[in-house]
Structure formats: C-alpha cells, structure tokens
C-alpha cells in the first residue's frame, strides 16, 4: 500500500513512486503487478488506468474486521488493476 500525502498531491510524487515500484518488479523478473483499489476512489481508478493499469474483473468485497474504525453505511469493494510490465 501507498499513498500521497493530500497536501502534496498533483506534484508527481505518485508517479515517482509507482515508477520506482514497476522498476523493482522489473528487477525482480515479474511479469506483471496486480493491484486492488477500493471502487470508491474512481478518481484514483482513472489516474492508475492513465498510468497503463486495466482492470481485470476481479471484484471482492471489503471486510471490515476493526469496527472501531467506524462502519460503512454501505458495502464497499476492492476491484483489481493489473499492468503488464515490459522489460
């Protein structure tokens, strides 16, 4: 998991970041990263297709299992985003 800072988003940190990432599992002889995203963020979904993520289908529910952190007033889901990496 990562995340950018609100206060220093839109400065191409995210992009370093998940560059930095891609180039590593590159190192490691991966094919491909798999990533889920909760379907709430639709602009965070965008912003990884924009970077060569697709979805993949795959939808899985989120399962709240630490209550104290408050309870969704609806169901939530993670979908999957994969990008094929090349080398």
Partial sequence: MFAVDPNVQNKGIGKKLLLAAEDEARKQNCNSIDMTVITERKELIDWYKRNGYVETGEKKPMVIDNPSMGIPKR?????????????
Avoid: P, V
């Fill in 75 to 87: 169901d939530l889901f993670f979908i999957t985003l994969e990008k094929i990496l090349k080398s």
